[in-house]
């Protein structure tokens, strides 16, 4: 069993990037895993834009990434980037903060376009986080998806087959180090 976070990016309340992230968290629940979700948009705003670092809800959120054997990053992608609101909480992240942490980042964004956001924006930012172990991203089109707060549907089922696949290979990678640390 390992302890996995979930961190959902979107500043909407009703989003993919939520429904996306319960999809994975009931995966990995199934599967004996700890798992346990920051939605960011839920932060106290005034805490982020002044970086409150003391801030009791910061603390706790930075409390179960720092506990976190694997992060899993949700967002949507706007403009060739992550939302402003997941940036200002990853500011608030220590500067090694995913040192050992398998990261895996899932963006959804309205076209192809910015397919290429996975390699120049999200990694280039975990990375800086100190995240060596990131597992190649899955993009997902808008027009793929279809969700309600409870339920998402996959219009495109390769959407789905890659998402348990990547969860798949997150947790071979994390039972793979466990074995390691016993060693």
Avoid: C, W
Wanted: proline share 5%; glycine share 4%; charged share 15%.
């Amino acid at each position: 069993m390992s302890n996995i976070v979930i961190i959902s990016g979107s500043p909407s309340t009703l989003s993919r990037s939520s429904a996306i992230s319960t999809f994975l968290q009931d995966i990995l629940v199934t599967e004996g895993n700890q798992v346990s979700t920051i939605t960011v948009r839920n932060l106290p705003p005034e805490d982020l834009i002044y970086a409150q670092f003391n801030s009791p809800a910061i603390q706790q959120a930075k409390t179960l990434v720092e506990q976190a054997a694997a992060v899993i990053i949700v967002s949507p992608v706007y403009k060739a980037s992550y939302p402003g609101v997941l940036k200002t909480f990853l500011d608030l992240i220590p500067e090694k903060g995913f040192t050992d942490k398998i990261v895996f980042p899932v963006v959804t964004g309205g076209t192809f376009a910015h397919l290429l956001s996975l390699e120049y924006a999200f990694k280039p930012l975990v990375s800086v986080l100190g995240a060596r172990e990131i597992l190649e991203g899955v993009y997902i089109v808008d027009s793929q998806i279809t969700y309600t707060e409870q339920e998402i549907t996959f219009v495109d089922s390769e959407i789905e087959q890659r998402l348990k696949f990547a969860i798949d290979q997150l947790l071979i990678q994390l039972q793979q180090k466990e074995m390691q640390a016993i060693r």
